[in-house]
């Protein structure tokens, strides 16, 4: 499989839930981010991690959690989420965190908080 | 501070005239500016991408976008629409930040419409 690739696509979970998001790119990149994508509103960067290390966290609540075990795969887990918080969540890699680098974006997971 | 500002949220035209997405942009910093397109339930897609070469740049699908530093513009264009170009089109400048590290700036969104 090639790209930036995203599971689950879709997922209902209700407020007490805990859930997991999991992204992996298969391009050699070092660098990989989460998006926020709400209705009528621009893409949210939540966080960004570079090797690994995380380089940015865009004041997300602690509701959300992420995850990078190694520079392939990013994982955002869920937990006592709010319905506002329903959404298209986008995982991105690219070669590096510099400003100049294109990033490279998977399809999404669609997320319903009931 | 750094914006995009896409300046129409919707765009129709017909198949076989011409596309104009608008975007003017905000920077302190010499920008690197993005054209991504996403379609229906999928990702974004990278039409095109300026960085301080050419300031006309071409994309996929025949798209091509033009940079004016002196407008602070960087509109997008295509000679002749086709149906298949139907989608969310997003203006993206990447900020500058501190150890040469960026992040996107996404603009509002222009959906473009196509009739046959």
């Known amino acids: 499989e090639t790209g930036v690739t995203q599971t689950p696509r879709h997922l209902v979970m209700g407020m007490t839930n805990k859930k997991s998001l999991k992204c992996e790119q298969h391009?050699?990149?070092?660098?990989m981010y989460w998006y926020k994508q709400s209705a009528k509103k621009p893409l949210e960067l939540m966080f960004v991690?570079?090797?690994?290390?995380?380089?940015e966290n865009n004041s997300v609540p602690s509701r959300f959690s992420p995850e990078c075990p190694n520079s392939s795969h990013l994982f955002l887990h869920l937990h006592t989420l709010q319905p506002e918080d329903s959404a298209l969540y986008l995982c991105?890699?690219?070669?590096?965190?510099?400003?100049?680098?294109?990033?490279?974006f998977g399809p999404g997971t669609r997320l319903l908080v009931l | 501070a750094q914006s995009v500002t896409q300046l129409d949220s919707h765009v129709s035209v017909s198949e076989g005239t011409p596309v104009l997405l608008r975007c003017n942009y905000s920077?302190?910093?010499?920008?690197?500016l993005f054209w991504y397109v996403q379609h229906p339930n999928k990702g974004l897609q990278l039409l095109l991408k300026?960085?301080?070469?050419?300031?006309l740049v071409k994309g996929i699908n025949g798209f091509e976008a033009e940079f004016k530093k002196s407008e602070t513009s960087f509109h997008l264009t295509k000679p002749s629409a086709h149906m298949s170009d139907a989608a969310e089109y997003f203006c993206?400048?990447?900020?500058?930040?501190?150890?040469?590290?960026?992040?996107?700036?996404f603009g509002q969104g222009t959906t473009l419409q196509v009739k046959p």
């Open positions: 920077s302190s910093y010499s920008p690197s």
């Open positions: 991105a890699s690219s070669q590096s965190d510099r400003y100049q680098e294109t990033q490279y």
């Open positions: 991690y570079n090797f690994k290390e995380q380089t």
């Open positions: 391009l050699g990149h070092n660098a």
């Open positions: 993206v400048v990447s900020v500058h930040g501190s150890s040469n590290t960026g992040k996107l700036i």
């Open positions: 300026y960085t301080s070469a050419a300031t």
